[in-house]
């Protein structure tokens, strides 16, 4: 990583005087001065405040500048889609969440993806747009951009979709998964030196790897993807594998005798909703839901329990659906997993509840992951206008 990069990567993590910032990339203080006054008039990089000293002239502080660069997100939800425009910060700028698309093709994607392009340029005109990083489910070449599959999308299937953006809107485009941008949202752009997972809860569950603070996503994409069968074959309910998915704890207590809360639960449409409808039930002392509950709360147990001891993280974030599960169910399953542990692993883990938990998480995320791949490529320079 050159200098103007590494200095760009350094500022997201959090301000700095130039000391600190010449210790951080090793670097002489004239080849740190002349990048940093580059980078002030190129928009990356502006004076932020002042460090307070005991005497002689307080030093610069300096951190990113979030006035003049623009990225895009978009998360592939299937259905629907969300994209959204955030400055180097990863403060939101824009929003917008396209209406009646439902299932999506990859033609109206790109004519989306296109106009909203237009829509950015129109609206923020002295404003550079950057980059659009792109968050999808299925199996992704993290290299290429293809989107090789994705099982429940039958059509999405060796789709250049990164290259095909990038082509049409003359902008680089990264694309990745959705529950690692997720991933990424949580803990930034730059990961400390140790090892930890998001555990996202959707559609299945997913474990999203950091090792020495980087991120693992192994040759397809999605390394950590957890198959709920295998799980279940194991013993741990062998009749109820989809426990470990949002829609399929809904629809196993609609399939119960005429469940008390069938209706709170049927008065949502989507399948997060209905899913936390039924958490919420079994808070409420509901039989058939807090059953449910409690198998889908000691197979994600044994889950996080093997996953820990095989990769011995320091940390797990519980984020996807569960971040919005209440206090006393994460517990319960803090407890299930600890069951299957070591003392010693045991003692080492912290368990938490997500802190990027809005709907534009994912969008958000790929954003800072564009944003990683960008700085750590060799080109093209960033202390110009066009750069």
């Not at 002689?56 to 425009?85: C, I, W």
């Not at 990745?176 to 991933?183: F, L």
């Not at 809860?201 to 390394?223: I, Q, R, T």
């Given at each position: ?39 002030q008039r190129a928009g990356w990089v ?46 939101v700028l824009d929003e917008r969440v ?272 564009f944003l990683d791949r960008f700085l ?12």
């Open positions: 990583m050159d200098t103007p990069r590494s200095i760009v990567n350094h500022l997201l993590t959090h301000p700095m005087p130039l000391a600190e910032l010449g210790a951080a990339t090793g670097v002489s203080l004239p080849t740190l001065r002349r990048a940093v006054a580059d980078l502006r004076i932020v405040g002042r460090v307070e000293a005991t005497g002689g002239r307080p030093a610069n502080l300096y951190g990113v500048d979030p006035a003049h660069h623009t990225l895009v997100g978009v998360h592939l939800e299937h259905p629907g889609m969300r994209l959204v425009a955030t400055d180097l910060a990863g403060e396209p209406e009646g698309v439902g299932s999506l093709e990859p033609d109206a994607v790109h004519a989306l993806v296109l106009d909203y392009l237009a829509a950015l340029r129109e609206r923020l005109p002295a404003r550079r747009l950057l980059g659009m990083g792109l968050a999808s489910p299925g199996f992704i070449d993290p290299q290429s951009g293809v989107v090789i599959t994705i099982g429940r999308v039958p059509n999405w299937n060796h789709l250049p979709l990164a290259q095909r953006l990038g082509d049409a809107s003359g902008l680089p485009v990264t694309i990745g998964n959705d529950v690692d941008a997720m991933a990424a949202a949580e803990f930034g752009a730059n990961g400390v030196p140790r090892s930890y997972a998001y555990v996202g809860f959707s559609e299945g569950v997913k474990f999203s790897m950091f090792l020495d603070g980087k991120a693992y996503v192994g040759p397809f994409g999605n390394a950590g993807l957890v198959d709920p069968r295998l799980l279940a074959a194991c013993g741990a309910r062998a009749a109820a594998p989809d426990l470990l998915t949002v829609h399929g704890l809904a629809d196993r207590y609609l399939e119960r005798a005429e469940p008390a809360g069938a209706r709170r639960v049927r008065a949502h449409a989507g399948a997060r909703e209905r899913f936390l409808a039924v958490l919420d039930l079994a808070e409420d002392g509901d039989r058939d839901a807090d059953e449910l509950v409690g198998w889908m709360t000691e197979m994600l147990g044994a889950q996080i329990a093997v996953f820990v001891l095989l990769l011995q993280p320091e940390l797990l974030v519980l984020g996807g659906a569960l971040a919005g599960a209440s206090d006393r169910l994460l517990a319960a399953i803090d407890a299930a997993a600890r069951r299957g542990l070591p003392t010693l692993l045991d003692n080492n883990l912290v368990l938490r509840r997500a802190r990027a938990v809005a709907p534009n998480a994912a969008a958000v995320g790929a954003t800072r992951v750590a490529a060799e080109a093209p320079p960033l202390s110009s206008r066009g750069g």
